[in-house]
């Protein structure tokens, strides 16, 4: 199983990147596939969740509004639109797969696979 994450970069407070998590060796709709982020000395912080069956997505309310997860089943790939960045949402983003129920899906513990991040830097 390999979940391959990119598009992250540097932009500038108020712009947008989009996110990819291409799965390979699993189907994105047989798990719930999430968005996390960290940064330096603190815990992976969960942003956003998609069931395996789709439906409602789950955000953080952080970036609730600002952000939208999607997917293509067709391509096996998970994206985060993320708009409106802020300097606060600098971190290592990371996709990750489970098969909790929704409850769950904020704990990193509950996740069998994860893609190996990719930077977003926000300036001000």
């Known amino acids: 199983v390999q979940l391959q994450a990119s598009g992250g970069g540097l932009v500038q407070a108020g712009g947008s990147l989009r996110l990819s998590c291409a799965a390979s060796g699993l189907s994105i709709r047989s798990y719930t596939m999430s968005w996390f982020r960290q940064t330096p000395g603190m815990e992976r912080e969960f942003v956003s969740g998609i069931a395996w069956s789709g439906g409602i997505p789950d955000y953080a309310g952080s970036v609730k509004g600002r952000y939208i997860i999607s997917r293509d089943t067709a391509k096996n790939t998970v994206y985060l639109q993320m708009n409106s960045l802020k300097p606060e949402d600098t971190a290592v983003y990371y996709c990750?797969?489970?098969?909790?129920?929704?409850?769950?899906?904020?704990?990193?513990?509950?996740?069998?696979?994860w893609g190996q991040g990719t930077q977003v830097t926000v300036s001000s």
């Open positions: 990750g797969a489970t098969k909790g129920v929704r409850s769950s899906w904020s704990d990193p513990q509950m996740y069998y696979y």
